[in-house]
Nanobody
Framework: QVQLVESGGGLVQPGGSLRLSCAVS????????VDWHRQAPGKQRELVAV???????NYADSVKGRFTISRDNAKNTVYLQMNSLKPEDTATYYC?????????????WGQGTQVTVSS
């Protein structure tokens, strides 16, 4: 079983920065791709950033140049550095790692961490 603990959300003023963390633990052989998604109230969940097993990254147009996804393999932790935050970035952010464990492939979701950008 895979456990995820997300942290780093909070209230920040426009133009500010936050770094979200997602610690992955449990029965894991490997973590391949990792995604961050977000969902604002009344809106559909959207894909924000992707980090593939080969280290390639991809970002939603709305966050390109401002957000950076990364991982620390030694700590099994994934990060989302968010800079130049805007009010429209306000949402609940979800970590979504995919990989392999003793029961086969997993596609896990965190509980979400709230990010509010407001003056």
């Amino acid at each position: 079983q895979v456990q995820l603990v997300e942290s780093g959300g909070g209230l920040v003023q426009p133009g500010g920065s936050l770094r979200l963390s997602c610690a992955v633990s449990g029965s894991i052989f490997s973590i391949n791709a990792v995604d961050w998604h977000r969902q604002a109230p009344g809106k559909q969940r959207e894909l924000v950033a992707v980090l593939t097993s080969t280290g390639n990254t991809n970002y939603a147009d709305s966050v390109k140049g401002r957000f950076t996804i990364s991982r620390d393999n030694a700590k099994n932790t994934v990060y989302l550095q968010m800079n130049s935050l805007k009010p429209e970035d306000t949402a609940t952010y979800y970590c979504n790692p995919q990989g392999w464990g003793p029961k086969g492939h997993f596609d896990a979701w965190g509980q979400g961490t709230q990010v509010t950008v407001s003056s």
